[in-house]
């Protein structure tokens, strides 16, 4: 049995929590989460110092072939209009962001097959070699042969979140595939020497704070350099469109305890965090993240991305999106990383 305090204590004298202790954590009241907070901001700035890394995201296409129950850009949504970039239009967003100055590029899309994996592979290339840039991929779950061909193009992360580490739950809001493909791909990533990235979302109907704890759990099995936490937003043409959104507070709470059981972790404050609340940056930025993932989307398809409404990044253009972060950080007293901002190395491992 675990009260909030002594799973606190723990947590900051480095032991490795149980779920139980973890479930104490996320179920702290009022107070107990500020401590929760304050400990999680000082844990980030021992393991990782205060900078803030920046991500400049790319969503370069909203086809998908799945049609997970939660997001805008399902199969069977016909209400938006799809768009894919050609890898002329990628490498100029790409050449923007490099630019602007970012030292890292993800490219996230839908789980979309139009780009093979030779195509992928060559854009991977064409980056490393124009330009002085970390490339993140995110397109979902593919075979371990694309992952180890885009490896060996250059990449170096790979975003592939969980979503939820509930079976049952995963089955559900995800009915083309199933909890176990998705940490085998999470595995084979690893694997192939990725800086791997998983994450959760908070608020999904049916979840519990036992799910939010075995999410935590599962991230800190893997291993994983990265992590997403972000609220549930529903999505009216989704058939969550009902749901309601995630908890600001316990979003907040779940970060936090994911910076206490990652302390290495690289952790995004979310657009999803962002869209929930304006200040969403600050609040996630005091209790436990170091990343920034502003938006380099062409203007003329940003609004398409629509995982969920509002999405806070939709019309904030670049240059103001880096004046409004480099005034936060000023208030933060948080510097700017100018490094590739890479993930600690883990001992034994190749990259
Ligand atoms: N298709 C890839 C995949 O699913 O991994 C990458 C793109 S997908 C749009 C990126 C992330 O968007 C997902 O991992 C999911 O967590 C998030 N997302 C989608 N719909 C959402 C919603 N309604 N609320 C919050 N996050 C959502
Ligand atoms: Fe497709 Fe990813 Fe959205 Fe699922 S979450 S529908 S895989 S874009």
């Known amino acids: 049995m675990h009260n909030f305090a002594s799973a606190l204590a723990k947590a900051k004298a480095g032991t490795i929590l149980d779920r139980q202790a973890i479930g104490a954590l996320l179920a702290a009241g009022p107070e107990e989460s500020q401590e929760l907070f304050n400990a999680a901001n000082q844990i980030r700035h ?3 110092g205060d900078k803030v890394h920046l991500r400049a ?68 290339e064409t980056i490393k070699k124009r330009h002085d840039l970390a490339v993140t991929l995110s397109l979902g779950e593919r075979g371990r042969d694309d992952y ?45 020497g990725y800086q791997t990235g998983s994450g959760n979302m908070v608020g999904l109907p049916g979840q519990s704070l036992a799910t939010l704890a075995e999410d935590i759990s599962l991230m800190r099995e893997l291993d994983v350099e990265m992590a997403g936490i972000g609220p549930f937003l529903p999505h009216h043409a989704t058939p969550l469109k009902a749901a309601a959104s995630g908890d600001l507070v316990l979003t907040l709470k779940t970060l936090a305890v994911t910076r206490l059981c990652l302390p290495q972790a690289h952790l995004p ?23 920034i993932m502003p938006n380099l989307t062409p203007a003329g398809v940003r609004d ?17 999106a880096l004046k409004s972060i480099q005034a936060l950080l000023a208030e933060l007293s948080r510097p700017l990383a100018q490094d590739y901002g890479h993930a600690k190395k883990t001992p034994g491992r190749s990259f």
């Open 46 to 48: 021992d393991h990782v």
């Open 269 to 291: 404050a979310t657009t999803s965090l962002c869209t929930l609340t304006p200040d969403g940056r600050k609040l996630a930025l005091n209790c436990g993240a170091n990343v």
């Open 304 to 320: 398409k991305y629509l995982i969920y409404p509002q999405k806070a990044d939709i019309i904030e253009q670049p240059e103001a």
């Open 57 to 124: 995201i790319i969503e370069f296409s909203n086809y998908c072939r799945k049609n997970c129950l939660y997001c805008g850009l399902r199969r069977d949504n016909h209400s938006i209009q799809r768009y894919r970039l050609t890898e002329r239009e990628i490498l100029n967003a790409v050449k923007t962001a490099r630019e602007l100055g970012f030292r890292t590029v993800v490219l996230q899309s839908g789980e979309d097959l139009y780009y093979d994996a030779p195509t992928i592979a060559r854009l991977v």
């Open 148 to 192: 180890r061909d885009w490896r060996e193009a250059g990449a170096d992360r790979y975003l592939l979140k969980q979503e939820t580490a509930d079976e049952h739950l995963f089955s559900i809001i995800k009915p083309d595939g199933s909890l176990q493909q998705r940490v085998q791909c999470l595995r084979w990533l690893k694997d192939l």
